[in-house]
């Protein structure tokens, strides 16, 4: 793949990840932004136990102008090393198609880098966590994340050295079976991180947890459905039609 189809790749990345980032950010607004707030006014009423602390950015500001911000500026960057990601992966991964290839790439980047890590820590609202276990809890949660991305490289390396001899579906089966197993043993020997306040409702710790899955879903899945579209009609051009209706050859 020359430079210049990875530069228009890059470019197509980068705003299939903006689309992303809107519906992510509709997704946040609606879903997440609630559970939010209720998880702020669950902390506001324990503010006695933890002392008053001083709002540098109004409320309705973070929900807004800052949400929006934070959310297209990852959208767009998240877009862009994808769409690097997915130049590496064409036609690496099996025979698929650009856009097949787009929403594979998708598909297992969210089961990796956010789900199987999700599992195992999940997210926390405001007013769960101890701010002294902050660093301890973030190195642990990128830990996992690092360990599922290279477990998922280390699953399709194996599943394509295994295809000749096994077939590609026993190939694909073993694969992902040695990827379960090697997830579950990280899970079963990193530390446990349990903050949530007894007291704390369980219904909106299940609400957040779920809207910050959709989140992600929505934007993973976005970019793979945009990017996938914009990938397919650069790479496989249809063929202009002529006034009589026949197909003309798209010039190289």
């Known amino acids: 793949?020359?430079?210049?189809?990875?530069?228009?790749?890059?470019?197509?990345?980068?705003?299939?990840?903006?689309?992303?980032?809107?519906?992510?950010?509709?997704?946040?607004?609606?879903?997440?932004?609630?559970?939010?707030?209720?998880?702020?006014?669950?902390?506001?009423?324990?503010?006695?136990?933890?002392?008053?602390?001083?709002?540098?950015?109004?409320?309705?500001?973070?929900?807004?102008?800052?949400?929006?911000?934070?959310?297209?500026?990852?959208?767009?960057?998240?877009?862009?090393?994808?769409?690097?990601a997915y130049c590496f992966a064409l036609g690496r991964v099996g025979r698929f198609g650009p856009r097949a290839t787009a929403l594979l790439l998708s598909g297992t980047a969210l089961l990796a880098v956010y789900v199987v890590p999700f599992l195992k820590y999940p997210a926390n609202p405001p007013s769960v966590g101890d701010g002294d276990t902050i660093a301890k809890r973030t190195t642990l949660y990128f830990l996992m994340m690092v360990l599922s991305v290279l477990l998922a490289v280390g699953a399709v390396i194996l599943g394509k050295r295994l295809a000749p001899s096994l077939g590609n579906w026993y190939a694909t089966v073993t694969a992902v079976a040695a990827f379960a197993v090697a997830i579950g043993l990280a899970y079963q020997f990193l530390p446990v991180v349990n903050e949530v306040p007894k007291d704390f409702p369980a219904t909106l710790l299940w609400r957040f947890r779920l809207s910050a899955l959709a989140i992600q879903t929505a934007l993973w899945g976005g970019f793979g459905l945009v990017f996938g579209e914009l990938a397919e009609r650069m790479l496989n051009p249809r063929p202009a039609k002529a006034p009589s209706g026949r197909s003309v050859p798209a010039a190289n």
């Open 1 to 84: 793949m020359n430079s210049a189809t990875v530069r228009n790749l890059l470019v197509r990345g980068m705003l299939a990840g903006l689309a992303a980032g809107v519906l992510a950010l509709v997704v946040a607004y609606f879903l997440g932004e609630p559970s939010v707030d209720s998880a702020i006014g669950f902390e506001e009423a324990h503010a006695h136990e933890h002392g008053h602390e001083v709002e540098l950015v109004s409320r309705s500001l973070q929900s807004t102008a800052g949400l929006a911000t934070g959310v297209l500026v990852y959208g767009v960057a998240f877009g862009g090393i994808a769409a690097l």
